[in-house]
């Protein structure tokens, strides 16, 4: 049970032949064992998951239809708000926030079918590549205890691929869920912008966060975008464009499929082994049928700037409510504090220092007389990138690059050099900048290059993004990828 | 440093001015590569969507009720529905 995929344990469910009771005991009963040398979760709610899954039990019992994900445990990332349960964004300024209404993805997940086991640790405010940043403590790696499970959404990537939840909720604004979901030898999924609600989601960055699907198959990712997607009157931002059968597209098929790749791009700076992992990955797709072809991207080297510039910026406005008015931690008052000293004082001691940082980067490039020589700029190089991936999308149906420079880095090495670790971002942030829908699936194993330990088998992804809207192409390459591989049947230890 | 920092209505301690003064003048000028590409005749990207229709009719809907829009303050006047503040010192 521990190992099946959700929509096997969907349909076992539904079959009757195993009750939603006994799923979630058996997955709780793994995040109680496991879960202390991780600290993938912030928070396990066991009493309110047994009770949904006896609801779904007497449910199936009376005759009620089944629900997509009927039965389904799923971790759901701790900057996504569920009525009742408390929602830190993994930061001690909502250390006691307990939200008074779901986000629509939450709602609709739930309406699915699915149970909520607990919240799970991230970045602080989804701030971080490597969930080290949270004010609740990093999240290790599973593949090496000693490494880092990528970020923001490392609590989601990391619980999955220790089979405490066959599928988590992140989101996404750099790379936050497929950066993880390559680190952690998991599936992850940006949608398109728009393509799923960001009501109730703590917003980092508003023109840039998706929520998205972590899981260890392409098709549960597919399954869980059906029930996440669709238009929100809650968010203006969600779009009206129709949703397809994610499913449906499924069909094994990758003949004819044009796969761009941006050779020059992905040139510098990819360690061997991950290049190595990408060109037999490509090789692989090439033989089931589809067609590499070489592409240029000439502004993509000016995405992590322009995103540092854009995001900060967003960041910067989004977090001013967290003040110490109306929801969360407020500093002490001795009687003679005045409004201005206690913003300051709470925000303070309420956000860690990378969020300080990049506040303070934000604010910067906002302010009188750099906001055109950097925020408006950055803007501006956004729609040169959207340019570059049209004239892409012209002659190809997917581009494909590597989901992270690197594999898996240890605890504590980039930390003293926010630079580097920004520059882990080097290929998902495109995707946010234009608003594609992208998806990593694992792709491979590597030692370390330095030689450590030889001993240590280290994830790798390979991403996909695709057009507008265009996840069908995105995730039947993807799953065509996974019938060809079986990275994504592998433990570990 | 000070003035972002009181704009962003942020108290930084005196390790905090050092190390960000250092990093985000490292960040900064790694970002001002962008200054390098033309973009002249290039309109700004502030939304993917820009064309979507986000307006509907402005009917009344329902929302949070008072308690629970005052659930999680520090400190409030219930009564009167409101969140309670220290007072303006000097502006």
């Given amino acids: 049970m521990l190992n099946s995929s959700a929509r096997v344990i969907r349909d076992e469910i539904a079959a009757g032949s195993i009750s939603a009771v006994d799923v979630c005991r058996a997955f709780l009963e793994r995040i109680e064992s496991v879960n202390p040398s991780l600290n993938a979760f912030n928070l396990i709610a066991a009493d309110r998951a047994l009770a949904r899954a006896e609801e779904i039990d007497r449910q199936r019992a009376q005759g009620v239809s089944a629900g997509p994900l009927m039965g389904v445990p799923i971790a759901v990332k701790d900057n996504l708000c569920v009525r009742g349960m408390r929602t830190t964004a993994s930061s001690r300024i909502l250390e006691r926030f307990v939200p008074p209404y779901d986000a629509t993805a939450v709602r609709r997940m739930e309406a699915a079918g699915a149970v909520i086991v607990g919240k799970a640790n991230c970045d602080e405010f989804a701030m971080g590549s490597s969930n080290e940043n949270s004010a609740y403590g990093p999240v290790l790696n599973p593949w090496a205890r000693d490494r880092t499970p990528g970020g923001s959404s490392g609590g989601s990537a990391a619980a999955v691929a220790a089979r405490c939840v066959p599928l988590a909720l992140g989101s996404d604004t750099g790379g936050s869920i497929r950066q993880p979901a390559a680190f952690c030898g998991v599936v992850g999924l940006k949608p398109t912008y728009g393509r799923v609600s960001r009501y109730g989601l703590l917003a980092f960055a508003s023109s840039l966060d998706q929520i998205g699907p972590i899981s260890s198959t392409v098709s549960d990712a597919a399954l869980a975008l059906s029930a996440l997607a669709g238009p929100d009157p809650a968010d203006a931002t969600s779009s009206p464009q129709p949703v397809p059968d994610f499913s449906a597209a499924l069909t094994g098929d990758v003949t004819g499929l044009r796969i761009g790749v941006p050779r020059a791009f992905v040139a510098d700076g990819v360690d061997n ?175 370390p290059s330095d030689g450590s330990d030889p001993s240590q088998r280290l994830p790798v992804g390979l991403q996909l993004t695709g057009r507008l809207f265009d996840e069908p192409s995105v995730l039947n390459a993807a799953d065509a990828y996974q019938r060809l591989t079986d990275w994504h049947t592998q433990r570990p230890a | 440093m000070q003035r972002i920092a009181a704009l962003a209505h942020l108290e930084l301690t005196a390790d905090e001015q050092v190390l960000f003064t250092r990093q985000l003048a490292d960040i900064l000028a790694y970002a001002q590569q962008v200054q390098a590409i033309d973009t002249s005749d290039v309109p700004a990207t502030a939304h993917v969507h820009a064309a979507q229709q986000t307006e509907r009719s402005d009917d009344p809907r329902e929302s949070l009720s008072t308690s629970d829009a005052l659930g999680n303050a520090p400190d409030t006047a219930p009564d009167a529905g409101l969140f309670r503040v220290p007072r303006v010192i000097g502006g």
Wanted: aromatic share 10%.
């Fill in chain 1, 273 to 447: 082994s991950v290049r190595r992992a990408y060109d037999e990955a490509l090789d692989t797709l090439r033989r089931a049928g589809a067609k590499l072809v070489d592409i240029d991207l000439p502004h993509a080297k000016y995405a992590i700037p322009a995103y540092y510039l854009v995001a900060t910026a967003e960041a910067s406005s989004n977090l001013a409510r967290y003040d110490g008015v109306r929801y969360g931690h407020r500093t002490a008052d001795d009687g003679h504090l005045g409004l201005q000293d206690m913003y300051r004082r709470t925000r303070d001691e309420g956000f860690g220092t990378e969020v300080k940082r990049r506040i303070m980067l934000g604010t910067y490039v906002l302010s009188a007389g750099y906001y055109d020589a950097f925020y408006l700029k950055a803007q501006q190089v956004r729609t040169l990138l959207r340019q570059d991936y049209d004239a892409v999308f012209d002659k190809t149906d997917v581009v494909a690059m590597p989901t992270t420079p690197t594999p898996p880095f240890r605890l504590g090495e980039k930390t003293d050099d926010p630079l580097q670790m920004y520059l882990a971002d080097v290929f998902t942030v495109s995707a946010n900048l234009v608003g594609l829908p992208a998806i990593s699936v694992p792709c491979g194993f590597v030692t």
